[in-house]
T-cell receptor
Framework: QKEVEQNSGPLSVPEGAIASLNCTYSDRGSQSFFWYRQYSGKSPELIMSIYSNGDKEDGRFTAQLNKASQYVSLLIRDSQPSDSATYLC??????????????FGKGTLLTVNP | ETGVTQTPRHLVMGMTNKKSLKCEQHLGHNAMYWYKQSAKKPLELMFVYNFKEQTENNSVPSRFSPECPNSSHLFLHLHTLQPEDSALYLCASSQRGGEYEQYFGPGTRLTVT
């Protein structure tokens, strides 16, 4: 059973701080990794994708991937109250042929306090 | 707006009803997905369609019946559902088979009474 593990939180940080969200995955064959943000009552919104080891930065967000440790993280710099949401980590792996599917974690609830 | 629309946004149905959920994507993608999101559980993949062909059925009960007439439209036909089927049903689309980013629609909040 392929799994993606996340700390459910809540993770609470003060406004302006760095929020660090972590994720581990079980399938060594996973090739693509995604972070989604989901506000309460809304659908998941893609924030970042990462495919190779190292860091990928996009504005205040940095995704980090370490395939040897099967570990993905998301850093949010200068956290804002509007960043308060559940963050979903997902890994993508082949399900046969050219077909891929995503396995999602349960999500980490982030609260940014003004 | 992600370019993926879903209707209806809310649905209440009895266990003997038949209803359908509709999804449309305006992104030029060729893969579409149905997911179920229940409280306290991870997103569960239900079905995958690539170029209108079903390529994944994640052991979904037959009371859920998908239909993909073309690469832009996806339906989920519902019949004789159970109360435990109450959940948020999400449609997503991506290029090719999903190793690329998936974009979600707003979802249909389904309540089975």
């Amino acid at each position: 059973q392929k799994e993606v593990e996340q700390n459910s939180g809540p993770l609470s940080v003060p406004e302006g701080a760095i929020a660090s969200l972590n994720c581990t995955y079980s399938d060594r064959g996973s090739q693509s990794f995604f972070w989604y943000r989901q506000y309460s009552g809304k659908s998941p919104e893609l924030i970042m994708s990462i495919y190779s080891n190292g860091d990928k930065e996009d504005g205040r967000f940095t995704a980090q991937l370490n395939k040897a440790s099967q570990y993905v993280s998301l850093l949010i710099r200068d956290s804002q109250p509007s960043d308060s949401a559940t963050y979903l980590c997902a890994s993508g792996e082949s399900s046969g042929g050219s077909n891929y599917k995503l396995t999602f974690g349960k999500g980490t609830l982030l609260t940014v306090n003004p | 707006e992600t370019g993926v629309t879903q209707t209806p946004r809310h649905l209440v149905m009895g266990m003997t009803n038949k209803k359908s959920l509709k999804c449309e994507q305006h992104l030029g993608h060729n893969a579409m997905y149905w997911y179920k999101q229940s409280a306290k559980k991870p997103l569960e993949l239900m079905f995958v369609y690539n170029f209108k062909e079903q390529t994944e059925n994640n052991s979904v009960p037959s009371r859920f019946s998908p239909e993909c007439p073309n690469s832009s439209h996806l339906f989920l036909h519902l019949h004789t559902l159970q109360p435990e089927d109450s959940a948020l049903y999400l449609c997503a689309s991506s290029q090719r088979g999903g190793e690329y980013e998936q974009y979600f629609g707003p979802g249909t909040r389904l309540t089975v009474t």
